[in-house]
Structure formats: structure tokens, C-alpha cells
């Protein structure tokens, strides 16, 4: 046997140095776990103060005679809800622990935070300090991060060409559906760090907090609403309306789960559809998870929340819980849906949508603490799940805006989720979700099909008409590739769409990507070995629909031809085919060609 020329390390040795490296990382992480709570134990007993809620019987807290009255009294209160049946206040140790003795349900407010990618969930200094605001988040960001795109106010030859989609709302398939809807009649309540309401390109008068001084609720918000009007950017929803909250305070120090319980009670009262919250905490609270399942299943108000930021698979709150919407981030540059590497992977996610480097407004003038660190005014980029937040947001206003019969959360959220494009072609992962955010899908699975055509507003066509190819070559079935195969059915009655006895309906949709010139698809009666369909010279990121009746006694098969798949290097793109109206395949990833076989074929393949 020959011996190794490597003279210092055995095998087994390099296998104990990577056990112990593994164990090292590990013990390194659940150290710095332990840190931030004890840093997050001694904030909230700084001084030996804590904030925390306080339960008490039916009958309000300050109306009693008892000594938890009088302890109260001398205690900062914050908020008090429930007709005052449950405060929140800060107070002493020793005195928490007399209205403990005298009854009372005492439990910590806990803290939540903007998430940015950079952004620590235990750093409540502020956003000032974090000048590797998007360097943390995005190790591929290139020197464009920065870019600062000319407002009006800058710049004065400004044209109807400086108005920019940005290619996130691009990528879910926003501007597909403006001819049809733009969100007007649904209203968004913000929770964040404020808005601008000054800003060119935001609704003139929004309601609620009028000022930010941080920048990162006006970033939202113009992913939410920014104005078609010839300058800036446009956002998913521009006709929808915003309510904002300030619970961020303007050196963007961190705020408590009981302000955005208060915060949501407000937008329930203002008549708010969907509530965007583009923050989060490691700490659950009953009493905020309580509130956002009662706001959801007593006034049908959808409560959408970023993921997280860290990169692991710990849960954040108030994304995780059971009745909220939790967004993760895909990079979203370049049609790009790669997870971003920030992003939370866990049992909780339900979607995700582009969160790296995101163009959208920021306040106009000094102060604003983002702009500050980017060094920019009026429109920049920002990467986090709180960027991926508001396409959530948006492409559900899109859809509760369309027709009056639509809108009910159950519905909307659930065409989101259906309809959602996996960039692995899985129907659930802890790392995407059910996949991409896809509104025009989800638009025309409520709708029961294809969009019917509305000239009244101005948008992009939703179904596309390929050229097809006056091929006349017999296509032989693929030996390569990857194969389905949807076999005759029994059939009881005949099919409703079709006009002839023994035939079934074929429905084909396909989703280019960035690239399409190396795109086709045949259908082929391999039966009788004649062409059906035959198409070539495809748009970029169209969508194709045909629809055939075949006779089900006979082997069709539909090849698509991409030399590197429809998803995702090149744009999200995919397909889908149904069959008979009940059965179906889909995908998106492939390497060079996909067959679809429909009908009796077993018979057929290698004629």
C-alpha cells in the first residue's frame, strides 16, 4: 500500500480538527444568544426599572382602593388598554413585586425593531452607527448600491423618462395588473419610523404621522404607493391609500411589542385593510399575538411582518405567528431569486419577494438618518426583509382592489400563497415559503382565469401572442430531460370546453425569463406524428396561454426548449399545464428541455 506523502495530518485527524471547529462555531453562537439577552435584561433593568404589562381583574386598575392603585400612580404608565384593565408601565423591581403580591398578572413588554439588513436586533443605538447599513446584509452588492436616482426637486430638465419601475416590483408581476387595478379604494396602514409627506412622489396628503426623521417608513411607503407621475419611482399599489404610525422615535431606538399593539389598534380604527410591518423581535407577547389574531378574524385586516435578519432559523415576532403574513427576502437584482443570506428560514415563512438593495423613496431634507449614512436624499436603496414587506403588501392591496367579491383576507391570502412561484418548483419550503410573490397569478386564479381586457387604464398587456414557427420537421420523442407524463383518463362524461365527443381540454401557460431567445415549445400528436403547436421568438418575462382540445385516446407530447431552464439564473419564469381541467403539472427549472407527455404514450415513445 502506498503511504501518504503528507506527513502531519491522518485522516481521522482532519476529521476530529472539522468536529471540533463545528463545536467551536457552535458554542460561539449560543454564546452570543446569551449575550443579547443579558444585554437585553440589563436595558430593561436599567436603573432596576422594567417595562412591563399588567393584568388586572375586569374592573379598570385605577378605580380600585387597593395599594396596586397607589403603586401605579407613582409608575410611568405608557399605555392602557382594554378600558384600562391592562397598562403598560415602567416601574421599580420592588414595587412589580407588590402588585404581584396583590394579585395582578405581570408579564415584560418586549422590544421591536426596524429590520434592515444590518440592522441587530438587540442595537438600540442609532441607525447612525450603522454606516455598513447594507455591507452587512449583501456581501454581492456592487458600488450601484448607492446610486442616487435625481428627483424633480434636484434635478429641473427632469423628464417623463427619469420615472423608474423598480425591478423588484417588476419581478412580481405589479405592472401586469395596473391596467386593471392600482389599489385605489384599499387603505395600508404603516407602522414604522413615520413618512415624509412632503415627498414628490408619495400621496399628497397621507394621513397620520406627517414627518420621518429616520427614512425608513418613507422607503416603504414608496414601495407601497409610489405615484405614477412622471418622476422617481412607481410603487406596487399607486392608487391605494397610506396611514402612517410613528412608534420608531427619531433617533430610530428601538420600540416595545405594546407599541405596536397600540399602534394596530389605530389602524383598525381608521379603517385600515392591511397593516405593513416591516420590524420584528426575538421575544414573542401573547398580548400582540392576541391583538393581530383579532384584528384578522373580527375586522378581516391582514397584518404582513419581515421574516428577519439574521440568517438563521429562530422565529421573529410578530412574523411568526400563526395569523401573520411572514415575508423572507430572494435577492431580487437581475431577476435573481436566490434566497438572500440574511433572510430567516423557518416553519413560519409563508412567501418571499425581492429585499436586496431595493429603490424606493427617503425623505427629502435634513435631518433623515438613513439618508445621512447613504449619502442621499429623495430616492436610494435599502436591502432587508422590511423592503420584501411592503411587495407583500402591495400586490394584496392589487388584489382586494379589483372586484367588490374579492375582498376577504381568506381569499387574497390565499391566492398569494397558491399561486406563488418556488424558484425549486417545491410547493413549501422553511427557506422561500410557498415561493415568489406573483400577483398577476394570484389576480387571475381569484378571477378564475385570464383578466378580461379594460381599456380604461394604462398598463402593460398581460398575455402576450408569440410568432410561431413554419417548422416542418416531425418531432420524435426526447431521450434527455426532464420527463412527465399525465396518462388517458377514465372518462364518465364528456368535457364541458370541448364541442366533440372523446376529447379533452389541454391548457398551457408559459412565463419567459430575461432571456427568451433561446425559448420554444412544440405540441406534438406523436400518435399521428403531427405538429400542433410550434413556437419560437418569445418576449422577456411575457406570459404565454394556449388552449387545445386533443382526443384522449392519442399521446401527445409538449416539449419546452430553455438551455438553461426559465428559473432562476435568468428571471423567474416557469410553466404550467393543465389536463382535462384536473390534472396538472408545473415547473421551472430545467437543463435544456422538459417533456410533458399527455394521454396513452406508453406505446408511442421510440417510433
Given amino acids: 500500500m502506498k503511504q501518504s506523502n503528507n506527513r502531519y495530518f491522518h485522516p481521522f485527524s482532519v476529521l476530529v480538527l472539522v468536529l471540533l471547529v463545528a463545536t467551536l462555531h457552535s ?36 378605580t380600585t382602593s387597593s395599594s396596586s392603585s397607589s403603586l401605579l400612580q407613582e409608575a410611568t404608565i405608557h399605555h392602557r388598554f382594554r ?134 417608513g418613507t422607503h416603504v411607503a414608496g414601495v407601497l404607493v409610489g405615484q405614477d407621475n412622471d418622476v422617481g419611482i412607481v410603487g406596487m399599489a399607486p392608487e391605494a391609500k397610506v396611514h402612517t404610525i410613528q412608534i420608531f422615535s427619531n433617533d430610530s431606538k428601538q420600540a416595545y411589542a405594546s407599541d405596536v399593539v397600540a399602534a394596530v389598534n389605530e389602524c383598525a380604527d381608521v379603517g385600515s385593510n392591511i397593516i405593513n410591518l416591516s420590524l420584528g423581535g426575538s421575544e414573542p407577547n401573547s398580548f400582540e399575538m392576541e391583538t393581530l389574531d383579532l384584528l384578522l378574524k373580527e375586522k378581516g385586516i391582514i397584518s404582513v411582518a419581515a421574516a428577519g435578519n439574521s440568517g438563521t432559523s429562530g422565529f421573529k415576532f410578530p412574523a411568526s405567528y400563526s395569523d401573520v403574513i411572514s415575508v423572507a427576502a430572494i435577492d431580487g437584482q437581475d431577476q435573481n431569486t436566490t434566497i438572500a443570506a440574511f433572510s430567516q428560514h423557518n ?91 406573483q400577483v398577476l397569478a394570484a389576480l387571475e386564479y381569484l378571477n378564475g382565469g385570464p383578466l378580461e381586457e379594460d381599456t380604461s387604464n394604462t398598463g402593460n398587456s398581460t398575455t402576450a401572442v408569440p410568432k410561431a414557427t413554419t417548422s416542418e420537421h416531425k418531432s420524435k420523442s426526447t431521450q434527455n430531460g426532464l420527463v412527465f407524463s399525465i396518462p388517458q383518463i377514465e372518462r364518465k362524461n364528456n368535457n364541458a370546453r370541448c364541442p366533440l365527443v372523446g376529447q379533452v381540454s389541454v391548457d398551457f401557460i408559459l412565463r419567459t425569463d430575461a432571456y427568451p431567445l433561446d425559448t420554444s415549445f412544440t405540441l406534438v400528436n406523436q400518435s399521428e406524428d403531427r405538429i400542433i403547436w410550434d413556437y419560437s421568438d418569445l418576449g422577456a418575462h411575457q406570459q404565454y396561454r394556449f388552449h387545445r382540445c386533443i382526443e384522449d385516446d392519442l399521446c401527445y407530447i409538449l416539449t419546452i426548449n430553455d438551455v438553461d431552464g426559465l428559473c432562476c439564473h435568468s428571471g423567474l419564469g416557469g410553466w404550467k399545464i393543465t389536463y382535462n381541467d384536473d390534472r396538472s403539472e408545473k415547473g421551472a427549472k430545467f437543463n435544456d428541455k422538459v417533456e410533458i407527455r399527455l394521454g396513452p404514450c406508453d406505446n408511442e415513445i421510440g417510433k
Fill in 27 to 62: 458554542c460561539r453562537a449560543v454564546a452570543d444568544t446569551q449575550l443579547r439577552r443579558r444585554n437585553r435584561q440589563r436595558q430593561r433593568r436599567h436603573q432596576g426599572q422594567r417595562r412591563v404589562f399588567i393584568h388586572g381583574a375586569d374592573t379598570p386598575l385605577f
Fill in 347 to 437: 416553519s413560519q415563512v409563508n412567501i418571499a419577494a425581492p429585499g436586496v438593495n431595493v429603490l424606493s423613496t427617503l425623505p427629502m431634507n435634513d435631518p433623515c438618518i438613513i439618508c445621512n449614512v447613504l449619502g442621499v436624499h429623495s430616492y436610494g436603496s435599502l436591502t432587508g426583509t422590511s423592503t420584501a414587506v411592503p411587495h407583500v403588501v402591495g400586490g394584496l392591496a392589487l388584489l382586494l382592489s379589483y372586484k367588490d367579491n374579492m375582498k376577504t383576507p381568506g381569499r387574497v391570502t390565499d391566492a398569494i400563497l397558491k399561486t406563488a412561484l418556488h424558484p425549486e418548483g417545491n410547493d413549501r419550503d422553511n427557506i422561500y415559503g410557498h415561493g415568489v410573490l
Fill in 83 to 216: 378600558e384600562g384593565t391592562i397598562i403598560v408601565a415602567t416601574l421599580s423591581d420592588e414595587k412589580i413585586q407588590q402588585l404581584i403580591a396583590d394579585g395582578l398578572t405581570i408579564h415584560d413588554d418586549v422590544p421591536r425593531y426596524p429590520l434592515l439588513g444590518a440592522m441587530r436586533e438587540d442595537q438600540s443605538a442609532s441607525l447612525q452607527a450603522s454606516a455598513d447599513i447594507r455591507q452587512d446584509s449583501s456581501s454581492s452588492s456592487s458600488s450601484s448600491s448607492n446610486t442616487f436616482h435625481p428627483s424633480r426637486r434636484l434635478s429641473q430638465d427632469a423628464s417623463s423618462s427619469d420615472q423608474k419601475i423598480p425591478e423588484g416590483i417588476g419581478m412580481v408581476q405589479a405592472p401586469q395588473v395596473w391596467k386593471h387595478t392600482k389599489g385605489k379604494g384599499v387603505k395600508i396602514c404603516v407602522v414604522d419610523t413615520g413618512v415624509d409627506t412632503n415627498h414628490e412622489d408619495l400621496p399628497p396628503s397621507p394621513e397620520g404621522q406627517t414627518d420621518d426623521l429616520v427614512g425608513h
